[in-house]
């Protein structure tokens, strides 16, 4: 799989898949070496500027790993951003409509009046892209949420514990839905307009889910469960207990679809992706904090 984080927060979350050989990982930002898998940009003086003079990668981009598609991660917020949609726009001439975006949503409290302004420019234009049909799918990520499934964290290496977080849930939600489960229901099949997707995070034992971003109208929900092996074996209640969980996780209206996979950890665990057509508030959705 091709990879590729652009700008500050991008080329930080993608950093973090580079140990796993599942992933060509490509970086694009300011102040990287200009080499294989990384390409320089030059610095702007503010996000209309970048808008202006986008890097030209046609080059860069045919020196990538051949493969099908690619996932394109980036923030919002930063002035960077600006450059996003005609970056965007290069890659889908190689990669049409196999393009899968994560896009981070910064905790907008915290963000300039100017940032703000980008941050929503990309992320409903993105959304609407997505839905369209240009993008296989968007995914949104809210560091918010993705702080309040981690828990408290120290101010030291901050940033740094939460993209490891969430390359971890990224890498093994990827990891189940392409390896061999041990038992699973049927697969919901997604209307083309469903591209809208979040993750999420599932505690087996106290049937309790956080999705990583406040998803609004859910229509799909796939759950991925790791479990252990002795539990497997000899747990004649686990696939009733997942089922309970499901059925009262998901909602009216949500259809569901699962996978259990045996794993060697002492402990199981479990992730979920849900599904929506609908584009996505901003900011108000954010009041829900």
């Not at 092996?229 to 997942?242: G, K």
Request: charged residues 20%; proline residues 4%; glycine residues 6%.
């Amino acid at each position: 799989m091709n990879i590729v984080g652009f700008g500050g927060a991008g080329c930080a979350f993608v950093s973090q898949l580079e140990k796993h050989s599942q992933y060509n990982v490509y970086k694009i930002d300011k102040g990287l070496p200009r080499k294989g898998n990384t390409y320089p940009i030059s610095a702007q003086s503010s996000h209309e500027e970048y808008e202006k003079n986008p890097p030209k990668l046609s080059q860069f981009i045919s020196r990538m790993a051949k493969s099908k598609s690619l996932v394109f991660v980036f923030a919002g917020g930063g002035a960077t951003s600006g450059a996003s949609l005609q970056v965007l726009e290069q890659f889908h001439k190689k990669y049409p409509k196999t393009i899968d975006v994560l896009y981070i949503k910064p905790d907008v409290s915290s963000l300039s009046k100017v940032a703000k302004m980008q941050d929503k420019i990309c992320y409903r234009v993105l959304q609407e892209y997505a839905r369209s049909g240009v993008f296989r799918s968007i995914m949104l990520v809210s560091n918010p949420h993705v702080e309040t499934a981690l828990g408290n964290l120290p101010v030291k290496n901050y940033y740094e514990n939460m993209n490891s977080y969430l390359a971890y849930i990224f890498h093994m939600t990827n990891v189940f839905k392409n390896t061999e489960s041990v038992i699973s229901s049927s697969t919901v099949d997604k209307e083309p307009h469903i591209r809208i997707c979040t993750l999420g995070i599932v505690d087996i034992e106290k049937k309790e889910e956080k999705l990583l971003f406040p998803l609004d109208k859910p229509q799909i929900k796939d759950y991925y469960y790791g479990i252990t092996s002795e539990r497997i074996e000899n747990d004649n209640t686990l696939l009733t207990s997942i089922r309970e969980h499901i059925s009262e996780a998901s909602g009216e209206g949500v259809a569901s679809s699962y996978s259990v996979h045996q794993t060697s950890y002492e402990a199981d665990f479990g992730y979920v992706v849900a599904w929506s057509s609908n584009v996505q508030a901003f900011p108000d959705i954010y009041k829900s904090l």
